[in-house]
Nanobody, 119 residues
Framework: QVQLVESGGGSVQPGGSLRLSCAAS????????MGWYRQAPGKQRELVAR???????DYADSVKARFTISRDSAKNTVYLQMNSLKPEDTAVFYC?????????????WGQGTHVTVSS
């Protein structure tokens, strides 16, 4: 079992920045990937960014050049630095971890943290 604890959400004006943190209860190197998803009101949950065990990263087109995912292996924590925030970034952000369990891949989720971008 993997527990994920998120922090760092809040309200910010357009153009502002926020940093989200997600602490895992296990070594992040035991996970296939960690990442962030978001769900805006009335929309489906979508991938924002993820980082794989080897360090490769992947971003949604809508956040490229604005968001950066990184990790601190000593703290088993993944970060999402969000710059140049836009109103359309408003959503609940969820931390995700994927772990190989036998021949399947299990998904683990954090509780979600709200990000509101508004003037």
């Amino acid at each position: 079992q993997v527990q994920l604890v998120e922090s760092g959400g809040g309200s910010v004006q357009p153009g502002g920045s926020l940093r989200l943190s997600c602490a895992a209860s296990v070594s992040i190197f035991s996970l296939a990937s960690m990442g962030w998803y978001r769900q805006a009101p009335g929309k489906q949950r979508e991938l924002v960014a993820r980082i794989f065990t080897g360090g490769t990263t992947d971003y949604a087109d809508s956040v490229k050049a604005r968001f950066t995912i990184s990790r601190d292996s000593a703290k088993n924590t993944v970060y999402l630095q969000m710059n140049s925030l836009k109103p359309e970034d408003t959503a609940v952000f969820y931390c995700n971890a994927k772990k190989a369990v036998g021949f399947t891949m299990a998904d683990y989720w954090g509780q979600g943290t709200h990000v509101t971008v508004s003037s």
